[in-house]
């Protein structure tokens, strides 16, 4: 073991001391002893013990420690202290900026365990109650967190869908080859992207050559008719090198996901592509119905596709409302009469304000006497702005036992019911499901809010049952949400064909904060996209007078 390990096991001990808020001087001595031993000119391994206490700065304690080190290789202590700590707290350790008193109050203070609800929390704005943490704290942090996790080489579509343009436009200009075509997880617009594929008209050999004089490539690896490198020391990329084939045969077999792929072969064995040949012509010879890159996911796209039944897949265009949305009366940036100017400027017939509820006090929730006040300036600005019109709504929290956040005469106040968890989100699914079910069944939810609570790249969300919520949706005519935020997705895509079957509506929210927010909506799109939702059975798709009617209906059925 050497000096800069020695060093650093003192270092860490003594973060952990303070995340634990343990003996602060003790603490202190340990970081003091981590900053001398990194400057020792001498190696501590192999010097007598005697020799190894009459360095300045190491005492007693420390000198036992640092012998203890190197007899066994770690310290007691700090395993100890490691053993206690969640994974993610300790990867918090990581965030430059942030130091362990401050994790300290993050994980005991705010219950917070791992950087993505952390970053979550930031967006929210839950920080800035507690002492210490100012705006440009929070700030600092997202920068950071966001900086860190790119480091590890994950992102979330949203933060690689500008690069992944950028790069085609850089290949183009670097290799000089006209036709660069992206491809791969990418082409399928999945969640989460660890690695950009593109394939290039060109010889690898050539393409090795000129990339050669352009460092952010940092080459890894070549396969037969690949290479692989990471760029800019972020992401990795790889390139599909060919010469004489066709690119559209590439495309497509690069582009499938493997069972997909391997169904395809087996029923389409002889089908090769013919020189020149589109996937359009392709797929009509395959006597298949064209399927988008985004649903070329399994086996079973090709039945559908056999029997020409896929239906033209949602578009952005095709949202006519801003359902769940957050003003400044809650946790959002906006006042509700700029995010009114704001959706009218983007075309959109109607926005459905949905502030959290009080128990959501880190987010400003509102109060009984609030929620009053805003229904009063919703229907002045309804006068003002008609025929546009805002909606009044909330985000109720689902409490602990499953109940809403307020009484049913306050509830039948609003248009509409976004039912979400946001608390004690640690559960496990007979205590998730009883929770949800409870919501779903009360008659004034009308559409369940980010079904598990998951968070990509970093919280699985809570363990449920998608089966019976399905049907208990589909029961009690509860709409459920696809949360446009590119974090969330939440439903899962998966699911939304099931949903269908069962004759559930969805609905793409963006849970906008502000009103660029509002943008959120195109990565629900790309989700819905691969789980074949149509503009059809999409709430956020239905037009004013389609979404008021269905409201109405919706009331009178349920006796509301
Ligand atoms: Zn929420
Ligand atoms: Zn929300």
Redesign the pocket.
């Given at each position: 073991m050497d000096n800069y390990q020695i060093a650093d096991n003192f270092s860490l001990l003594s973060k952990l001391m303070d995340v634990h808020k343990e003996n602060s001087f003790k603490s202190k001595s340990y970081s003091i002893a981590a900053r001398n031993i990194d400057k020792l000119q001498v190696q501590l391994e192999g010097l007598a013990h005697e020799k190894i206490f009459s360095f300045p700065g190491i005492g007693e304690a420390i000198g036992k420690k640092i012998i203890e080190m190197l007899e066994t290789g770690k310290i007691k202590v700090l395993e100890e202290l490691i053993q206690k700590t969640p994974a993610g707290v300790l990867e918090m350790l990581q965030i430059k900026g942030l130091g362990p008193k401050k994790i300290s109050v993050i994980w005991n203070d705010m219950g917070i365990e791992n950087m993505g609800e952390l970053l979550y929390a930031c967006h929210e704005n839950r920080l800035l109650t507690y002492t210490g943490f100012g705006e440009k704290t929070q700030n600092n942090i997202i920068e950071a967190i966001g900086f860190y996790q790119q480091k590890q080489g994950h992102y979330l579509y949203a933060q690689v869908e500008e690069l992944a343009g950028q790069l085609q436009k850089h290949l183009v200009k670097i290799s000089g080859v006209k036709n660069i075509f992206i491809t791969g997880a990418f082409n399928r617009q999945e969640e989460t992207i660890d690695e950009l594929e593109y394939i290039i008209s060109s010889s690898a050999d050539t393409i090795k050559q000129k990339l050669r004089a352009h460092p952010e490539f940092l080459f890894n690896l070549e396969l037969p008719g690949e290479l692989l490198y990471k760029y800019d020391d972020r992401i990795k990329v790889r390139l599909f090198c060919i010469n004489d084939e066709n690119p559209a045969e590439k495309l497509f077999f690069t582009t499938g996901a493997t069972p997909f792929l391997e169904a395809f072969k087996k029923e389409h064995s002889i089908m090769i592509f013919e020189k020149n040949e589109d996937e359009l012509s392709f797929f009509h010879r395959a006597k298949l119905q064209f399927i988008p890159a985004c649903l070329r996911e399994n086996d079973l796209i090709l039945q559908k596709a056999k029997n020409g039944g896929i239906k033209k897949l949602i578009e952005p265009k095709d949202i006519k409302g801003i359902i769940h949305s957050h003003s400044n009366w809650s946790d959002g940036v906006n006042t509700l009469e700029e995010l009114a100017k704001g959706c009218i400027d983007k075309g959109f017939e109607y926005l459905v304000i949905s502030d959290h509820s009080k128990a959501a006090f880190y987010a400003n929730g509102l109060s009984e006497e609030k929620i009053i006040e805003q229904h009063e300036l919703i229907a002045t600005l309804n006068k003002k702005y008609a025929p546009f019109k805002i909606f009044k709504s909330i985000?109720s929290d689902i409490l602990n036992d499953g109940n809403l956040d307020y009484g049913n005469d306050l509830l039948s106040a609003f248009d509409l019911v976004i039912a979400?968890v946001?608390s004690n989100l640690k559960m496990n699914e007979e205590k998730a499901m009883m929770r949800l079910l409870k919501a779903i069944e009360n008659p004034y939810t009308t559409i369940l809010?980010?079904m598990t609570g998951r968070l990509l790249l970093s919280r699985k969300g809570f363990p449920v049952d998608h089966l019976k919520l399905i049907d208990a949706c589909a029961a009690n005519d509860v709409v459920i949400e696809l949360n446009a935020h590119p974090r969330r997705l939440d439903m899962r895509w998966q699911w939304i064909q099931h949903a269908f079957e069962k004759g559930v509506l969805i609905s793409i929210d963006p849970?906008a904060h502000s009103i660029p927010e509002f943008e959120n909506i195109k990565y629900g799109v790309l989700a819905a996209q691969k789980g074949m939702v149509s503009k059809e059975n999409n709430l956020s798709s239905f037009t004013l007078e389609k979404f008021e009617k269905f409201l109405s209906d919706r009331k009178t059925k349920k006796g509301i």
């Amino acid at each position: 073991m050497d000096n800069y390990q020695i060093a650093d096991n003192f270092s860490l001990l003594s973060k952990l001391m303070d995340v634990h808020k343990e003996n602060s001087f003790k603490s202190k001595s340990y970081s003091i002893a981590a900053r001398n031993i990194d400057k020792l000119q001498v190696q501590l391994e192999g010097l007598a013990h005697e020799k190894i206490f009459s360095f300045p700065g190491i005492g007693e304690a420390i000198g036992k420690k640092i012998i203890e080190m190197l007899e066994t290789g770690k310290i007691k202590v700090l395993e100890e202290l490691i053993q206690k700590t969640p994974a993610g707290v300790l990867e918090m350790l990581q965030i430059k900026g942030l130091g362990p008193k401050k994790i300290s109050v993050i994980w005991n203070d705010m219950g917070i365990e791992n950087m993505g609800e952390l970053l979550y929390a930031c967006h929210e704005n839950r920080l800035l109650t507690y002492t210490g943490f100012g705006e440009k704290t929070q700030n600092n942090i997202i920068e950071a967190i966001g900086f860190y996790q790119q480091k590890q080489g994950h992102y979330l579509y949203a933060q690689v869908e500008e690069l992944a343009g950028q790069l085609q436009k850089h290949l183009v200009k670097i290799s000089g080859v006209k036709n660069i075509f992206i491809t791969g997880a990418f082409n399928r617009q999945e969640e989460t992207i660890d690695e950009l594929e593109y394939i290039i008209s060109s010889s690898a050999d050539t393409i090795k050559q000129k990339l050669r004089a352009h460092p952010e490539f940092l080459f890894n690896l070549e396969l037969p008719g690949e290479l692989l490198y990471k760029y800019d020391d972020r992401i990795k990329v790889r390139l599909f090198c060919i010469n004489d084939e066709n690119p559209a045969e590439k495309l497509f077999f690069t582009t499938g996901a493997t069972p997909f792929l391997e169904a395809f072969k087996k029923e389409h064995s002889i089908m090769i592509f013919e020189k020149n040949e589109d996937e359009l012509s392709f797929f009509h010879r395959a006597k298949l119905q064209f399927i988008p890159a985004c649903l070329r996911e399994n086996d079973l796209i090709l039945q559908k596709a056999k029997n020409g039944g896929i239906k033209k897949l949602i578009e952005p265009k095709d949202i006519k409302g801003i359902i769940h949305s957050h003003s400044n009366w809650s946790d959002g940036v906006n006042t509700l009469e700029e995010l009114a100017k704001g959706c009218i400027d983007k075309g959109f017939e109607y926005l459905v304000i949905s502030d959290h509820s009080k128990a959501a006090f880190y987010a400003n929730g509102l109060s009984e006497e609030k929620i009053i006040e805003q229904h009063e300036l919703i229907a002045t600005l309804n006068k003002k702005y008609a025929p546009f019109k805002i909606f009044k709504s909330i985000e109720s929290d689902i409490l602990n036992d499953g109940n809403l956040d307020y009484g049913n005469d306050l509830l039948s106040a609003f248009d509409l019911v976004i039912a979400s968890v946001h608390s004690n989100l640690k559960m496990n699914e007979e205590k998730a499901m009883m929770r949800l079910l409870k919501a779903i069944e009360n008659p004034y939810t009308t559409i369940l809010g980010h079904m598990t609570g998951r968070l990509l790249l970093s919280r699985k969300g809570f363990p449920v049952d998608h089966l019976k919520l399905i049907d208990a949706c589909a029961a009690n005519d509860v709409v459920i949400e696809l949360n446009a935020h590119p974090r969330r997705l939440d439903m899962r895509w998966q699911w939304i064909q099931h949903a269908f079957e069962k004759g559930v509506l969805i609905s793409i929210d963006p849970d906008a904060h502000s009103i660029p927010e509002f943008e959120n909506i195109k990565y629900g799109v790309l989700a819905a996209q691969k789980g074949m939702v149509s503009k059809e059975n999409n709430l956020s798709s239905f037009t004013l007078e389609k979404f008021e009617k269905f409201l109405s209906d919706r009331k009178t059925k349920k006796g509301i």
